[in-house]
């Protein structure tokens, strides 16, 4: 309902300026150009436009970050352990958007010291402080994006490039996330094959015991919590997820 309100409002504020002049706010709607040939927004469209991209601010995260790989990592491995509902969605999501926060923490700071500090301090402008902003984020997913999917990406768009530095990031985001996912479900089926080994383990033993009534899954559960813990796998799994991005 947000995003409909905040499409409407676009609408009215970008087709409409003939609604705000007799109140006087025309003058506060202003798309000016200046000595260096940019365009320079007023303020009110700069608040517009920032609230605008407030509904796309989930997709970003989810999409542009590490997020992808390690909600996906953590989502198997609760299948893999036979935990239906341990740990929560609530705790896997906070899990990968803290840790997503840890290893994006250097593009971050990049992103604030070329775009967003100069823009505050109104040294550019918001199209520079944007085409500042990106080149971090595209310099971290073109690291994690193979370039089997960049190419495919590419050919369905029809577009020639040179350099992995001139691709469009219409093209670099789905490639990125294409690779994530593979990634993701590699680091998974590593994690699936000692618990599949123990469940197989655990059903040859109940058959070769006449035990075909229990399910091997209730006599596993234990057996795996207790692999798991042994093995120190919270600390296995985050320090692996946290390499896998090159930290």
Do not use: C
């Amino acid at each position: 309902m947000n995003r409909i309100f905040l499409a409407i409002g676009a609408v009215l504020l970008f087709v409409s300026p003939h609604l705000f002049a007799e109140s006087g706010a025309l003058s506060a709607v202003t798309v000016t150009t200046n000595a260096g040939g940019d365009q320079e927004y007023s303020v009110t469209l700069q608040v517009l436009a920032f609230m605008t991209a407030l509904s796309f601010l989930p997709a970003m995260l989810i999409l542009m970050t590490s997020f992808t790989r390690i909600v996906v990592v953590m989502s198997i491995l609760r299948q893999a352990t036979g935990l239906q509902q341990t740990p929560s969605n609530q705790v896997i999501n906070g899990i990968a958007l803290f840790l997503t926060f840890f290893i994006m923490a250097p593009v971050f700071e990049r992103v604030n010291e070329t775009a967003l500090q100069p823009y505050l301090n109104e040294e550019m402008t918001i199209t520079q402080a944007l085409e500042k902003g990106k080149k971090p984020m595209m310099e971290f997913m073109l690291a994690q994006t193979r370039l089997k999917d960049l190419e495919t990406f590419l050919e369905i768009a029809n577009i020639q490039v040179d350099t992995p530095a001139e691709v469009p990031i219409t093209v670099l985001i789905p490639a990125f996330v294409t690779s994530e996912l593979k990634t993701a479900f590699q680091i998974g089926f590593m994690i699936f094959i000692p618990f599949l080994i123990i469940d197989l383990v655990v059903a040859s033993i109940l058959m070769a015991m006449g035990m075909m009534m229990l399910s091997p899954m209730i006599v596993s559960l234990p057996f795996k919590l207790m692999l798991f813990v042994l093995v120190d796998g919270w600390n296995l799994i985050m320090g692996s997820l946290a390499n896998s991005f090159g930290l």
